[in-house]
């Protein structure tokens, strides 16, 4: 595959590299003097392929892990500390004072995403802006559950004042594919609840970080926000070995989530918040509208290279309708362009790991071996960094890239008879997340959705599977979720229902009414909040 040189425009130049040499701990920006590691990106910025150099994070060891857990400890202090006992309000303001200075950076972080993840403008743009989005749409949301709880409710001849309440401390790790927004998902809810945090940045899209950090420190008090660069391993594995994390809020691999939680030596304890992988099917019936069906399975298998969880990683086609499909979906994914980021209407972008490129290869040789071809002309054609899109048919449950989740740019297809084929499939799988059905039949449809609906958790007619809109509960069955994250549902995943209950006698009711008049207490409150 060939892949031209062009000049990178100068808004998109790397002109300076990007030191991060701080971590953020206890308020304060810690200068590191130790091991720095470097970050590359798998863009060449020269005519003869080289990654390039963007900057470098610190190393940090075992040491910092524990002093980030310290501060977080310390800010938290059981429930006693400033931040989870503050009024609703100022929790408010610290984030729209955060959200206010995050949107000045926008240019730098964009430009970020673009070369650390290969994410294209518009879209490394989009991540952005929903990011900010989802803060005031978590701010909202916030408001409108305190609206819902000033008020005493009374049973039984007790009043009771129930309200949401922090769990404690939160280790929250975020994916590469999206370093900004999927961790923002984890970071914000659990913050806005009253939790303290300590973040550690993915491998990829980790410098993105950098513009944010003194937004971080300004806008928070000392220990809320805690953020620490280095190894998963060598930082996750202390803090967790503690016993003192209450949340652990990750969004990657099951195994990787299995792993840091087995370190935790109270597992009762740890509420677990995690998005990982999935195997998201499409099921395309014999009365689909093709023309819709293809654009939709094009953007499902392709959109960021594949390199989502709610991509689609596996095409089941009716017999009767497969040769057709085939041909002209596979004309449809040649027709993408590959390029650099910020190049004009480029679909596909260089794949940011760089060991991708050789395993994306290894699934396609091993399929071809048993029997499944690559039926687009440019399939499996590769340059330093990527692999465009092979579409393989006939594939099988022998075949790895039936087996793994890919997550890159490689489209296995599997013709059925009997849509009982693809129910059981799905039904063995260890995985739960979405499904794509094409078709217009009610009734098959009708019968189909019943189905589906008890195999994953989200059931995309005629479109393509996807995360959004963030008010759209976002969790998924078996190994693909623990609890459920949207605008409405993050806030209860980070917290727990807390209340003060109080007989109905005039003696407590005196009491009750002194502290809603002199508002003396930041919990017991029937304040509406504009």
Known sequence: MEQKFKPIPKAYQIEHLVHQNSYLVDGELKEWQGQQTEVFSTISSTEIYKPTLLGTVPELGENEALEALLSAERAYNRGQGLWPTMRVESRIEAMEKFVAQMKTKREAVVKLLMWEIGKNLPDSEKEFDRTVDYIYDTIEEYKQMNRDAAKFEKNSGVYAHIRRGPLGVV???GPYNYPLNETFTLLIPALIMGNTTIFKPAKHGVLLLSPLMEAFKNSFPPGVVNIIFGRGRTLATPIMKTGKIDILALIGNSKSANAIQANHPNKNRLRLVLGLEANNPAIVLPDADLDLAIKECVLGTT?????RCTALKVLYVHESIVEEFNKRFSAKIDALRFGNPWDDGVELTPLPEPGKPAYIIELIEDAKEKGAAIINK????????????AVLYPVTKSMRVYEEEQFGPVIPIIAFKNIQEPLDDMAESNYGQQVSVFGSDINTLSPLIDTLVNLVCRVNLNSSCQRGPDVYPFTGRKDSAVATLS???????????????????????????????????????TDYIL
């Open 171 to 173: 280790l929250c790790l």
């Open 303 to 307: 959109s960021f290279n594949g390199q």
């Open 378 to 389: 440019n399939g499996g054609k590769t340059t330093e960094n990527y692999v465009f899109p």
């Open 487 to 525: 605008v409405y549902d993050a806030l209860r995943s980070f917290s727990i229902r807390t209340f003060v209950a109080s007989k109905d006698t005039p003696y407590n009711n005196s009491i009750l009414q002194e502290l809603l008049n002199k508002k003396s207490s930041n919990f017991i409150s």
